[in-house]
C-alpha cells in the first residue's frame, strides 16, 4: 500500500476515488469557489524559509491576509438598556450606542432558539435583551429576568483576565517590577559565572587563579529568592508533572471552550493559548482574555511568548501575582515567521544567552509557582540542538520541558522523531521531560512511550482536535467510536460553552462560529474507525474519498467549509449577508 493513505473499506469509496489522496479542498465561503492544493506546510531545506537555499520563500502555516467578518449592527446598544427599558438612564454624555430599543429589537432579528444555555445553567443571561435567545429570559414587557433564587459568586465559573485597575496601572507604567530587575541582576551574575568556568575550562586556568567563590563557581538552578511573593503562594502545591496527559497550548483553537471538552474526556493539565509578553505588559484585553481559566481545568498553565528577558518576566511577575494560575509556561519552539523573525519563539533556541536570563529569573519568581519550557529539537531539520539544551535548562531551574519531536524548518510536516525525544528525556536528572507529537490514537500513545520510556508524560495537540476524545481512549486502553449524532452533540455543547463564554448577543454567536469553523478545519480530519481498511488512523495519512454511513457523518468528513458553514447554521443560525471564512492554520496538510 502506498504510504500516506489511509484506505477504506470498499463499500464505503465514492465512485470517483483513486488509489491516491484527494487532491483539492474548498477553503472559502464567499460565493465563489477557491480552490488550492494541498501542499505540505514545509517540503526541503531549500524550500522552508530559511537563506541556505536559492528557492522563493514560500508562506507556510497560516492562510494570511484571509477576510476577517465583523459586523456591528446589533452590538451598540447602551448598557441601560441591556436589561430592557425602565432602568436607570444613561448618564453617559454624548453616548455612542444606540438608545432606540425598540429599533434594536427589530433589527436583531428573531431568537436562534426557544432556550438560553447561559440563563438555564446560570440563572441569568448578562446579554439582557440582546441576547439571540433573549424570550428564555424575558417577560412579557421586555425585561430581563432572573431566576430565584440566583448566585452571582456561584454563577462565576472563569477568572483571570485583566481588571480595570489593572489595566491603568500598567498602561501608565505604575506597576512594581522592581522584584524583576533584582532577579534579573541574579540571574545575569550567575550567567557570568558560568562564562567564566567554561573559560577556565578551555584555557585551563588552575582555580586559585580565578578570583570567584567556591559557590559562585556552581551556577546551578534558578536565580534563588525564597520571597514569597503572588497571591497563590501560600496555597499552590508544586505539579507533578509526571504520568499526565497534557493538552497542548494551541493557538486561536485552544481556546476555554475546547479546553472544557477536552477536560470532560480526561485531560489531566491545560495550558491556554500562547500570550505575547508585550501586549500583556500593555494591558490589552484581547491578550489578557488568553489567561482565562475555567473551574473545571484543576492544573491551568499560561504559555508566553518573546525576545527579552526583562519583558518575560515581568510578564511573569505580573501573572504570578494577579491571575490564577499553576504554572507559566515559556515557547521556545513557536514557527511563525512573525515571531522568529523577532528573536521570539523558535529563534530562542540559538539565543543561548537571553534563553539562560530568562529561565532562570522566571524560575525563581516563586518555589511554588513552576516555571516550564516548549521546545522543538531545533531550528533546522539537519541540526538538532535540543540534547544540548535540555540539560542546560534543566540546570537553569525549569520544572519541565516539552520536546515537539520536530524543527522549526519541518513546521508540523514528516513524523515526530520520538527516537531523539528519548535521547533529550534520558539526559534530564531529575526534570520531567514531555514528549509531543503525532499521537491520534491509544496504540500511538503505547508505542511512543515504548519508544522513550524515559518521558516522564505526553502532550497532545492535533490528535486532540482531530478527534477530542483522545484521552479517554488512554485512559481506557480502547477506542471509541461515535456515532455521527455523538459527534453532533459534542458541537453542540462546544457551542453552549462558546455563547456561556463570548456572549450569546450576536458578536458573541458569530465569535463562536468563527472558532466552530476554525476547529471544524481539523475536525474533518478524523475518520471513523469502522470505515478504515487497517485501523487506527494515523495523523499524517489522508483518506481516500468516501461517504459516511450516513448524511451527517458524510457532511462531517467534507473538507470543503462550505458544509463546515453548513454544520455551524445547524447550530447557532443562517450567516449573516456577507459572511465568509477561510481557515487561519492550513490543516489540510498532512
Known amino acids: 500500500m502506498e504510504p500516506g493513505i489511509c484506505y477504506i473499506k470498499p463499500e464505503y469509496l465514492l465512485a470517483e476515488a483513486n488509489s491516491g489522496p484527494n487532491s483539492e479542498v474548498n477553503v472559502s465561503v464567499d460565493g465563489a469557489s477557491n480552490k488550492r492544493k494541498h501542499a505540505e506546510d514545509a517540503g526541503s531545506p531549500n524550500e522552508s524559509g530559511n537563506k541556505r537555499g536559492n528557492k522563493k520563500e514560500r508562506k507556510r502555516g497560516q492562510n494570511k491576509n484571509r477576510p476577517v467578518f465583523k459586523d456591528e449592527r446589533y452590538s451598540h446598544l447602551c448598557h441601560s438598556l441591556i436589561d430592557g427599558a425602565g432602568g436607570p438612564p444613561c448618564t453617559v454624555p454624548n453616548c455612542r450606542y444606540v438608545h432606540d430599543l425598540e429599533a434594536f429589537v427589530a433589527a436583531k432579528g428573531v431568537d436562534l432558539g426557544d432556550v438560553c444555555y447561559v440563563y438555564a445553567t446560570k440563572g441569568y443571561c448578562g446579554r439582557g435583551v440582546t441576547c439571540r435567545f433573549a424570550k428564555a429570559h424575558t417577560d412579557a414587557q421586555g425585561r430581563n429576568m432572573k431566576a430565584e433564587p440566583y448566585d452571582e459568586q456561584a454563577a462565576q465559573t472563569t477568572c483571570n483576565g485583566i481588571s480595570s485597575e489593572l489595566q491603568v496601572r500598567l498602561r501608565k507604567h505604575d506597576y512594581d517590577f522592581s522584584r524583576t530587575k533584582e ?125 527579552n528577558p526583562n519583558v518575560i518576566t515581568q510578564a511573569a511577575e505580573v501573572l504570578h501575582e494577579t ?184 458578536k458573541g454567536v458569530e465569535n463562536t462560529r468563527r472558532f466552530l469553523l476554525e476547529w471544524q478545519s481539523f475536525l474533518y480530519r478524523y475518520i471513523p474507525e469502522e470505515l478504515q481498511l487497517s485501523p487506527p488512523q494515523k495523523i499524517n495519512e489522508r483518506p481516500q474519498k468516501y461517504r459516511g454511513r450516513d448524511e451527517m457523518e458524510t457532511l462531517m468528513s467534507s473538507g470543503n467549509s462550505a458544509d463546515w458553514v453548513k454544520l455551524s447554521e445547524m447550530l447557532l443560525g443562517p450567516v449573516p449577508e456577507g459572511f465568509s471564512f477561510v481557515p487561519k492554520h492550513k490543516a489540510n496538510a498532512f
Open 323 to 506: 491571575a490564577r494560575v499553576d504554572y507559566i509556561d515559556l515557547n521556545i519552539g513557536c514557527p511563525i515567521d512573525l515571531i522568529y523573525q523577532q528573536g521570539g519563539g523558535s529563534a530562542l533556541m540559538r539565543r543561548t544567552n537571553i534563553l539562560e536570563l530568562t529561565v532562570r529569573s522566571c524560575a525563581a519568581l516563586s518555589d511554588r509557582l513552576p516555571f516550564t519550557v516548549k521546545m522543538r529539537t531545533g531550528i533546522y531539520a539537519d541540526k538538532s540542538v535540543a540534547h544540548e539544551l535540555l540539560p542546560l535548562v534543566e540546570q537553569w531551574g525549569a520544572a519541565a520541558v516539552t520536546l515537539h519531536g520536530r524543527s522549526r524548518e519541518q513546521r508540523y510536516t514528516r513524523q515526530a522523531n520520538w527516537a531523539y525525544i528519548e535521547q533529550c528525556a534520558a539526559q534530564a536528572r531529575h526534570m520531567p521531560v514531555i514528549g509531543n507529537g503525532d499521537i491520534i490514537s491509544y496504540e500511538d500513545y503505547v508505542e511512543r512511550r515504548a519508544l522513550a520510556p524515559h518521558v516522564s508524560s505526553v502532550m497532545i495537540g492535533r490528535g486532540a482536535l482531530i478527534k477530542p476524545w483522545i484521552f479517554q481512549e488512554i485512559k481506557q486502553q480502547k477506542a471509541w467510536a461515535p456515532t455521527s449524532t455523538q459527534r453532533f452533540e459534542l458541537l453542540r455543547r462546544y457551542c453552549n460553552y462558546g455563547l456561556e463564554h463570548w456572549g450569546s448577543d450576536t
Open 183 to 307: 532577579l534579573i541582576k541574579q540571574a545575569e551574575k550567575l550567567r557570568d559565572v558560568r562564562k567564566q568556568q567554561e573559560q577556565q575550562k578551555k584555557e585551563e586556568i588552575p582555580d586559585d587563579k580565578l578570583a570567584v567563590t567556591t559557590a559562585e563557581r556552581t551556577p546551578i538552578g534558578s536565580a534563588i529568592d525564597d520571597n514569597p511573593n503572588g497571591r497563590d503562594a501560600q496555597r499552590k502545591p508544586v505539579i507533578d508533572f509526571r504520568e499526565k496527559l497534557v493538552l497542548s497550548p494551541l493557538t486561536t483553537v485552544g481556546n476555554l471552550p475546547f479546553r472544557r471538552i477536552c477536560k470532560e474526556f480526561g485531560a489531566d493539565i491545560t495550558c491556554g493559548e500562547m500570550a505575547c509578553a508585550v501586549p500583556l505588559l500593555k494591558g490589552l484585553g484581547q491578550e489578557w482574555a488568553l489567561t482565562k481559566r475555567h473551574e473545571s481545568e484543576d492544573i491551568f498553565g499560561v504559555q508566553v511568548c518573546g525576545n
